[in-house]
């Protein structure tokens, strides 16, 4: 299989980690959603995003939850990241639903304050944004335990990718709103890039 994007973007990256943790085998094609990579993209995706993850077969699979569906179907049942059913199912898929908001929520921001010309900022609406990315990580920080995985789980399943992530790329884009103080979510951050299946994809 062939996933399209770079380790930067929370969503290939929670697809990377996600083979990882499934043991799948995965080509990477580090491609950006601007320059010259954007037209490229479009040839796969005719919307130019990513994540893109190409399958054996030639199919082209896009969107995140889409795409990480797709793996748990058709993973060994060892192997998936998403209880079948039950409350442990809703706790884990709420969790990712607050951790990929996070991510949301930062991507806009990146866009809005290093995208966006500078004469067309709108401070009221940064403010607005950087305000619901630090109650977002004030709500992950609250969940997070310790000590282990989430929810004192054995082994790391979906909302750990999903908060590992929202992590890392508020680290790399937005590091001062982390100054609120997440020291649980690092430290969970700090143990799973410990580990090949996290680690290597850290942008």
């Given at each position: 299989?062939?996933?399209?994007?770079?380790?930067?973007?929370?969503?290939?990256?929670?697809?990377?980690?996600?083979c990882?943790?499934?043991?799948?085998?995965?080509?990477r094609?580090p491609?950006?959603?601007?320059?010259?990579?954007?037209?490229?993209l479009?040839t796969?995706?005719?919307?130019?995003?990513?994540?893109?993850?190409?399958?054996?077969?030639?199919?082209?699979?896009?969107?995140?939850?889409?795409?990480?569906?797709?793996l748990?179907?058709?993973?060994?049942?060892?192997?998936?990241?998403?209880?079948?059913?039950?409350?442990?199912?809703?706790?884990?898929?709420?969790?990712?639903?607050?951790?990929?908001?996070?991510?949301?929520?930062?991507?806009?921001?990146?866009?809005?304050?290093?995208?966006?010309?500078?004469?067309l900022?709108?401070?009221?609406?940064?403010?607005?944004?950087?305000?619901?990315l630090a109650?977002?990580?004030?709500a992950?920080?609250?969940?997070?335990p310790?000590?282990?995985w989430?929810a004192?789980?054995?082994?790391?399943?979906?909302?750990?990718?999903?908060?590992v992530?929202?992590?890392?790329?508020?680290a790399?884009?937005?590091?001062?709103?982390?100054?609120?103080?997440?020291?649980?979510?690092?430290?969970?951050?700090?143990?799973?890039n410990?580990?090949?299946?996290?680690?290597?994809?850290?942008p």
């Amino acid at each position: 299989m062939i996933l399209y994007g770079r380790d930067l973007s929370p969503f290939a990256r929670r697809v990377a980690i996600w083979c990882a943790l499934q043991g799948r085998e995965l080509e990477r094609r580090p491609l950006m959603v601007s320059g010259e990579d954007f037209e490229t993209l479009k040839t796969v995706n005719p919307m130019g995003r990513v994540p893109i993850l190409q399958l054996e077969d030639g199919a082209n699979l896009i969107e995140t939850w889409a795409i990480c569906d797709w793996l748990e179907d058709t993973a060994p049942a060892d192997h998936r990241l998403i209880p079948s059913t039950g409350i442990d199912r809703r706790e884990v898929l709420q969790e990712v639903g607050m951790a990929n908001s996070v991510a949301e929520k930062a991507v806009a921001l990146v866009y809005d304050k290093n995208r966006r010309p500078e004469a067309l900022h709108w401070p009221e609406w940064q403010g607005r944004l950087a305000g619901q990315l630090a109650d977002g990580l004030r709500a992950l920080e609250a969940l997070c335990p310790a000590d282990g995985w989430l929810a004192g789980r054995a082994r790391p399943m979906a909302g750990d990718v999903a908060f590992v992530v929202a992590h890392d790329f508020v680290a790399v884009t937005n590091p001062q709103v982390l100054e609120i103080g997440v020291p649980k979510l690092a430290a969970l951050a700090g143990r799973a890039n410990a580990s090949p299946a996290f680690g290597a994809s850290k942008p």
